[in-house]
């Protein structure tokens, strides 16, 4: 036996049959769908972007005493990071909490499960945040007041912000801690240092002023000469005089605080205790700068991320499409009208369609 095949040609004289029928139902979901459409309220949507920043140039513990400058992010483990925030429940329950929600949606007194879970679902529904293709962060809200989307946008935005820097915070506290500590070390160590320094300077008489060595030098040799030329001439009492100066000037008993002997013997002292207090005092320096901005850095609670674009009310709704929701009904209900009609005329056994030799039955 040969099976029956079938056109969709056919199905007009069934069509034609049920017309008021199918007439009806479609201008019955025309009526309806138009009403539903028209007392569906417009929801608006708030967008706001913004770029996480890098946190090498915003964590004390890792800031350069160079200098350096904020910079953008885009790494991959920045991205996941804000997102994750973003779409943490921690960041929900807040929002919710912050703009009464709870009321905003209808959901019930804040407190009951119920209540809580309807609201957090309403107001995931309505949120969005996702890494679009130029490597920013997109934050979108949904809402049929305009200016309350807007507001929860750029709240959530600072929100985000404000967890990213609190989860270096502690680490902070601590870096900003070990800072202080060595400071307050090198501190101690300058002024023993200084102190050293200054005990040899009174012992040796070393100040290290320019040409010291020079001067000293000079002196012994013009008073050995004069004394020189006071033996030739006889003079008794000048030599005794210039032979006391220049005793004075070669031996540390002699009572002169410049002296051959101490400068000779206290050099080599000097020069050690001179290196030691410029290394720290460059050290010092180094770990004032570093303890100062890291304070700085956390006073100040740096942006973790750079903002683009501030959310701002809508001007045109997002959503319902009004027209595409009437077509899409009237379209449905004509297609299921036709497919119920031709699955009653086949359980009658009324129907023979596309069959050669064969008209429909009636």
Known sequence: MSSRSYSLLGLWPVVNRWKYLVAAAVGLALIISVVVSLSMPNIYKSTAVFYPTNPNTTDPDRIVTDGGKLELGG?????????????????AELMIKRFDLHEHYETGGEGTDAADQAALDEFNSNFTIVHNDRDAIEVNFLDRDKALAAKVTNAIVQAIDSINQ????????????????????LEREYQAAHDSLLAGRRRYGIY???NESRYLGRAIIETETKLRQAEGEGNSNKAAGLRKALRGLTKAEGGNHLNLESYVKGTDLMA??????ADIQGRLIGARNAY????LGISGK????YVVQKAFPATKKTKPVRWLIVVSSVVVTLALSIIFITLLELYRGNLSVGRPGTEPQY
Request: charged fraction near 30%.
């Open 75 to 91: 790494r991959a483990e920045d991205l996941d990071r804000v997102i994750t925030i973003g779409e943490s429940q921690t960041l």
């Open 166 to 185: 609190q989860l270096t915070f502690e680490n902070r506290r601590t870096i900003i801690s070990l800072y202080q500590g060595r400071k307050e070390f």
């Open 208 to 210: 290290g002023m320019e």
């Open 272 to 277: 050690t205790t001179y290196a030691r207090f």
């Open 292 to 295: 100062e901005t890291a304070k």
């Open 302 to 305: 740096i942006s973790s991320i």
